[in-house]
């Protein structure tokens, strides 16, 4: 199934029209669906499609194959290529003739084996652009190197004429894959198997959320278990701690104060540089309140896809590994009762502001919000602090929401606690808001209030 995306399809389609040399970049972490994007694009165009991949070995080899491939589709004569530099201009000398669409993908593979792969392509684009009539198109799943191609030092600078980043889905675009859900099952999916487009493909709206969890990843030798295998867990075991460090985030060990008491006391582990390389890995993210950004002391660290949080939570390091060959007895028995009080009203908040994000970007919130974040509150005169986990900033000033993952609809009661203690500490909000799974009741004036439900989440 192919959901979304539209406007990449929208622009590539458009590049593939045009009657000029057009070179498209498009970049993304793996599994986010980079290559159906381009399939999809390419099923339209009657122009011929050279489209490759490379594998992850020796560049001779990839050059070998890439080129036999080539001259093969065109039925043109054998010819041995010495380096990519004489490829890649064989290749744009025929297209000053032949008209057709180019695809490499995984072309971070090159890269990695040989940076300089990019020089060689900047030279063929520079020489014959002006003529050329091919549609070039470069994929890559290494975000770093592909970013280092495109930057103001690399030779590819100002080449590509389309650059597309491929991020993950949201809550709502993910919620597409499974579209006979109810909302909740909808929220509990995205909070379980993150926005990934593969990992989505994979679920089975038929059966339930806790089926799929059973079977997709809890199960011995699931397959998304192999899959973040090749993802994540053959890149962390090269550098020392890293799982360690993973391992701290998933239990709890958020803050930048308490990551550095627990690693810092082994002399060969230096815990920013390992904190950066998560960072880089698109495996954790930086989190700084939007009211005290510049305080080191604050910042914390979070899993930046919710997959990775439930995975290392309840998975990864597990003691009782041998009960995941009955792996519906290892959800009840090891990670039902948190995963319902703890995990989901925490992904709630999560999801509440990736929600409130959508409807600030589609004009619906009044005034529109510059800023969405946590708010830290902190009066050491009286020795109180509070962290307020969903919080934006617009032109009046800053709105808290209470997120409330629970049964109950929120009532008065509930909205009275959070505004008296919102007036006893002297907080600097000049509107409240509550976010509920399962409504309001009709005991208070909700004109005062900015109030949304999880229903709201899922509306066109």
Known sequence: ???????????????????????????????????????????????????????????DLNLQTLSEYFLNLFNLPNIVFKDFDSFFDFVFRYSLEKEFVFVIDEFSFLLEEDFSIESSLAIAIDKYKNE???????????????????????????????????????YYESSLFYPNYSDEDKFICYSVFGGLAYFNSLINDSKSVEDNICSLIIKKDSILEAELNQMILLETTKIN??????????????????????????????????????????????????????????????????????????????????????????????????????????????????????????????????????????????????????????????????????????NKKVIEEELSQSKSLEIPFYRLGFISKNGFSNDFDKKDFNLFELKDFYKE
């Open 1 to 59: 199934m192919f959901v979304g995306r539209k406007e990449e399809l929208k622009e590539l389609k458009e590049m593939l029209e045009s009657n000029s040399f057009k070179a498209a970049l498009i970049y993304g972490k793996r599994r986010v669906g980079k290559t159906e994007i381009i399939t999809q694009a390419l099923k339209e165009t009657d122009k011929i499609v050279c489209s490759f991949e490379c594998k992850k070995t020796n560049l």
């Open 132 to 170: 050329s009539k091919m549609k070039l198109i470069i994929s890559g799943s290494y975000v770093q190197l592909i970013e280092k191609m495109i930057d103001s030092t690399s030779h590819c600078y100002g080449r590509f004429t389309n650059i597309l980043l491929i991020r993950p889905f949201d």
């Open 241 to 410: 701690r890293l799982n360690d460090l993973i391992l701290l985030i998933a239990r709890g060990k958020t803050k930048y104060a308490d990551i550095l008491s627990v690693l810092s006391q082994e002399k060969l582990t230096k815990p920013d540089y390992l904190l950066k390389k998560l960072i880089e890995m698109d495996i954790i993210e930086k989190v700084v309140p939007i009211n005290k950004k510049e305080n080191k002391k604050l910042t914390f660290y979070q899993f930046k896809d919710n997959f990775f949080s439930f995975y290392y939570k309840y998975i990864f390091a597990s003691p009782y590994s041998l009960i995941r060959g009955n792996p519906k007895m290892f959800f009840d028995n090891f990670i039902k009762d948190d995963f319902y009080k703890n995990f989901l009203p925490k992904s709630f908040e999560k999801v509440s502001k990736e929600f409130l994000l959508r409807e600030n970007l589609k004009g619906k919130i009044k005034p529109i919000f510059k800023d969405i974040g946590t708010y830290f509150y902190d009066d050491s005169k009286n020795k109180v602090n509070r962290q307020f986990d969903v919080v934006s900033l617009d032109e009046n000033g800053y709105i808290s929401y209470e997120c409330k993952f629970t049964s109950e609809k929120v």
